[in-house]
Nanobody
Framework: QVQLVESGGGLVQAGGFLRLSCAAS????????MAWYRQAPGKQREAVAS???????TYADSVKGRFTISKDIVKNTVYLQMNSLKPEDTAVYYC????????????WGQGTQVTVSS
């Protein structure tokens, strides 16, 4: 199964920025959509941003205008640029792909911790 490795998290102050990376062991063009998810303590995992094979992007309302998802098909890597970070963005961030049938493409990685201090 495809392996996914997230990196780039850290501790930042509110208003700061981070750039997350997700390196896939498989060809990201083989999957319909790549997406970033996050899970805060005591909460369910939620989708944050996605990008289709054609490059169409979607965002959760809570991050719209602050986060940008992009991909490098040569490196099989997906990025999440996070600006104007807020304490409520604190979570473990994960990435995965979605097949056309709606199932997850790869094995869930360890994620990368993002902590935003007020």
């Amino acid at each position: 199964q495809v392996q996914l490795v997230e990196s780039g998290g850290g501790l930042v102050q509110a208003g700061g920025f981070l750039r997350l990376s997700c390196a896939a062991s498989g060809n990201i063009l083989s999957v319909n959509t790549m997406a970033w998810y996050r899970q805060a303590p005591g909460k369910q995992r939620e989708a944050v941003a996605s990008i289709t094979r054609a490059g169409t992007t979607t965002y959760a309302d809570s991050v719209k205008g602050r986060f940008t998802i992009s991909k490098d098909i040569v490196k099989n890597t997906v990025y999440l640029q996070m600006n104007s970070l807020k304490p409520e963005d604190t979570a473990v961030y994960y990435c995965n792909g979605l097949t056309r049938g709606g199932s997850f493409w790869g094995s869930w990685g360890q994620g990368t911790q993002v902590t935003v201090s007020s």
